[in-house]
């Protein structure tokens, strides 16, 4: 199973702020055609935050939507050039986005396998090495994959 393809990756994106970040997740899953109503996904984005910061340690975020406006369960990836400021747990900046965009009606079951296992992974040095190493967005896509369809 492949969740995710290079074109759901993005590589040195200039993003400013955690809301650009939101934004540009969203106009990406409207272009990748993921979701028929950014506006919706935006704002689950936004409530999600609003419960408690996505911002990881180590650089990594990992917001999440769940919306009817959803089509599909998406994984879309953001290297940043630089750091963005996300309210992280342990205060640095955030350099790579792992974003779940999930349909309302796999919230419960596909939502919580994929957030836990990329938790899971993200508490492994090697894995985040990987990603900070990754240079294309295929072999980013690629890595990722390999890493969720493990165990």
Do not use: C
């Given at each position: 199973?492949?969740?995710?393809?290079?074109?759901?990756?993005?590589?040195?994106?200039?993003?400013?702020?955690?809301?650009?970040a939101l934004e540009f997740?969203?106009?990406?899953?409207?272009?990748?055609?993921?979701?028929?109503?950014?506006?919706?996904?935006?704002?689950?984005?936004?409530?999600?935050?609003?419960?408690?910061?996505?911002?990881?340690?180590?650089?990594?975020?990992?917001?999440?939507?769940?919306?009817?406006?959803i089509k599909e369960?998406?994984?879309?990836?953001?290297?940043?050039?630089?750091?963005?400021?996300?309210?992280?747990?342990?205060?640095?900046?955030?350099?790579?986005?792992?974003?779940?965009?999930?349909?309302?009606?796999?919230?419960?079951?596909?939502?919580?396998?994929?957030?836990?296992?990329?938790?899971?992974?993200?508490?492994?040095?090697?894995?985040?090495?990987?990603?900070?190493?990754?240079?294309?967005?295929?072999?980013?896509?690629?890595?990722?994959?390999?890493?969720?369809?493990?165990?």
């Amino acid at each position: 199973m492949s969740l995710i393809n290079s074109n759901h990756v993005f590589i040195d994106k200039e993003i400013e702020t955690k809301i650009a970040a939101l934004e540009f997740l969203v106009a990406a899953a409207q272009s990748l055609q993921v979701t028929t109503d950014s506006k919706k996904v935006f704002a689950s984005f936004q409530a999600r935050e609003a419960e408690g910061s996505t911002g990881m340690m180590d650089g990594f975020a990992i917001p999440h939507a769940k919306s009817p406006a959803i089509k599909e369960a998406s994984i879309l990836i953001v290297k940043t050039k630089k750091g963005i400021e996300w309210d992280s747990l342990d205060g640095q900046p955030i350099k790579i986005i792992i974003a779940l965009l999930i349909p309302e009606t796999e919230a419960g079951t596909t939502h919580l396998k994929l957030l836990s296992k990329i938790a899971r992974l993200l508490m492994k040095s090697e894995f985040k090495e990987q990603l900070e190493r990754q240079q294309t967005a295929e072999e980013l896509a690629d890595y990722v994959n390999q890493k969720l369809t493990e165990e």
